[in-house]
């Protein structure tokens, strides 16, 4: 008895994994191609941070979403069919793999029909809880940047689709009411000839004197599963982050790593098929039960189904395993494609500090020119008005630390300065509009405003000079005040390609202006990912200062920030090519070790 039951479970077991394993190389390759068509649709051709929930949260995602339910439901009844019939192939002495296969694609139809019918069921509940959910949602965070996307980029079409699920909402209490009573159709249909109607109606008697019981007991898994799942999730969680440190720091991580995803993986299909046989037992056995009791169907007819063709199985076989040698072969090259949809390495631009970092003394204009000359986009710069109305780029209030003057900036005319280097023959600082005049057609310029006074001048007189140039510009400052200024001075004549950024060096709360300019220019001893996430979601932009190492480069290019502003401009191009010369594996992983750090 041991024997045959460890021989029938072994078995079962083989034959689900060659379901699932079926499923996943048919499917997979028709998830990945509807996945990119519907980014495509939507306008992303890479989701990450932002462009994931905007994604996820638009009517698009849900359809994504709604496939990948009904998907889920239609996997989750057909491999505990395979495990239905070979509970019926035990009761009969008959233990053949090949004969649930073809008894599954012989039944394929039948079985589709139920197996659809209750998957729509449940992907329309889905689609109502979503709907009022995303509506809830919106009424408590209601202040929260997500609103965005809520809100803003596709209300006209979320009404559609608010409209569309409560016109389903009657069809959808029409199959959950009925679905108890169907529920034993989908044994039944692998075992009678007989048409749907016919067999729905078996079904229902079947199911009516244990209707009640149906509903509990599945209320009964369903909370199971779920607290079964919360426990797993946690302690994987909790495993997962130092496993990430080890399987990031090792070089000889390959062996270790592979041989914990087959483990992993091994666990995940055992667990699996436990689920899918305590669910297909009870479903066969209640059948076999009712049967039996209310003699509505008797033992030769029951098993009627299981009798196969036998001159089909060679046929039915070679069809079977060539429709997954093709499936496989078409999923591992849409696999291939499909990776580079999946931003683990960023774009993040690189942006030189103060003209072009360490190199060249600061805020000089061969500094600008070796900016240039690396490729890269965009430089930073300091400005401050001088007592003539001049715009200087000079970082500090006096010329103490360049040259050992103590002349003030903002009290001295531009020619005091020009003097003060002369006399030590050195280059003076530069003025922004010849540096504009020579160099803006070439590198973006971030222009950082300073003042060491109340004065709003350098506002005034900037939103005099930007008006007069058409390249991609970037105004940014500390100083509140004086970047509101400049705003509200350029609010009817402001450059198509003009942004604003506000600096944050230190932040407790939030400044009403960090909604309203484009960009926000934070600190990385401030800045986590959420924080990252925060930002985008508004659809700003997130530079990072002043990273000088290639740690915290990869890092934050890694989490997805749109640009660094660094002393060492070279390192971070160096860095960007590491990143982009890493295994999509290795990014992965070094992505998901950042994210979970933070």
Not at 306 to 311: I, S, Y
Request: hydrophobic share 50%; charged share 15%.
């Amino acid at each position: 008895m041991w024997h045959r039951l460890k021989a029938s479970g072994l078995q079962m077991l083989a034959s689900f994994v060659l379901v699932r394993s079926a499923l996943l190389t048919l499917f997979v390759p028709f998830d990945l191609w509807i996945t990119s068509k519907l980014m495509s649709f939507y306008g992303v051709s890479a989701i990450a941070n932002q462009e994931l929930l905007s994604f996820l949260l638009s009517p698009v995602g849900l359809l994504l979403s709604l496939w990948f339910v009904t998907q889920l439901s239609f996997a989750f009844f057909v491999e505990h069919s395979a495990i239905s019939i070979l509970l019926a192939q035990h009761d009969l002495g008959k233990r053949s793999i090949l004969d649930t296969f073809g008894l599954i694609l012989q039944r394929s139809w039948r079985v589709a029909k139920v197996v659809i019918t209750q998957s729509i069921g449940i992907s329309l509940l889905f689609a109502s809880l979503v709907w009022c959910g995303r509506w809830i949602f919106g009424l408590m965070l209601n202040d929260w940047d997500i609103n965005y996307y809520l809100s803003n980029q596709v209300s006209t079409l979320w009404i559609a689709v608010g409209l569309l699920v409560l016109i389903t909402l009657p069809t959808v209490l029409l199959v959950l009411r009925y679905w108890a009573s169907w529920w034993l159709a989908l044994p039944l249909s692998l075992f009678q000839n007989c048409s749907q109607w016919e067999l729905f109606k078996q079904a229902r008697r079947l199911s009516s004197a244990i209707y009640p019981h149906i509903v509990l007991g599945h209320i009964a898994w369903v909370f199971g599963r779920v607290l079964f799942a919360a426990v797993l999730a946690s302690t994987m969680l909790f495993a997962l982050e130092p496993i990430l440190h080890w399987a990031t720091s090792d070089p000889e991580r390959y062996p270790w790593l592979m041989a914990a995803s087959l483990l992993l993986l091994g666990l995940a299909m055992l667990l699996s098929f436990v689920d899918r046989f305590v669910y297909a037992s009870c479903q066969y056995y209640v059948l076999r039960l009712q049967t039996k009791r209310l003699k509505l169907v008797s033992e030769q007819a029951r098993f009627v189904g299981l009798k196969q063709n036998t001159q089909r199985r060679v046929l039915l076989s070679t069809v079977m395993f060539a429709l997954i040698g093709i499936a496989a072969f078409n999923g591992y090259a849409d696999v291939r494609n499909f990776v580079h949809h999946l931003q683990t390495d960023s774009s993040g631009s690189v942006t030189a500090h103060r003209a072009g970092g360490f190199k060249y003394s600061e805020n000089s204009e061969q500094g600008i020119q070796y900016a240039i000359e690396l490729g890269i986009k965009s430089t930073e710069i300091d400005v401050q008005i001088t007592n003539d109305g001049q715009i200087v780029v000079f970082h500090d209030r006096d010329l103490g630390r360049m040259i050992g003057n103590s002349l003030i900036v903002e009290n001295a005319d531009y020619a005091d300065i020009v003097n003060a280097y002369a006399e030590h023959d050195l280059t003076p600082p530069p003025l922004l509009a010849d540096l504009l005049d020579q160099y803006a057609p070439s590198i973006e310029f971030n222009i950082e405003m300073k003042r060491y006074n109340q004065s709003t001048a350098l506002a005034i007189a900037l939103a005099e000079l930007l008006p007069n140039y058409t390249e991609a510009m970037i105004v940014s400052s500390l100083d509140v005040e004086l970047l509101s200024s400049i705003m509200s001075k350029l609010e009817s004549n402001r450059p198509t390609n003009l942004r604003f950024a506000l600096i944050y060096a230190a932040s407790v709360g939030e400044v009403e202006l960090e909604r309203d300019v484009d960009i926000l220019m934070v600190s990385d001893q401030w800045l986590n990912a959420w924080r990252i996430l925060e930002i985008q979601q508004r659809d700003q932009e997130v530079l990072v200062w002043t990273i000088n190492n290639a740690a915290g480069m990869q890092r934050l290019f890694l989490l997805g920030v749109d640009g660094i502003i660094t002393d060492e401009p070279q390192l971070a191009l160096e860095t960007k090519a590491r990143i982009k010369e890493m295994d999509f594996s290795d990014r992965a992983l070094l992505t998901l070790r950042y994210w979970m750090s933070l």
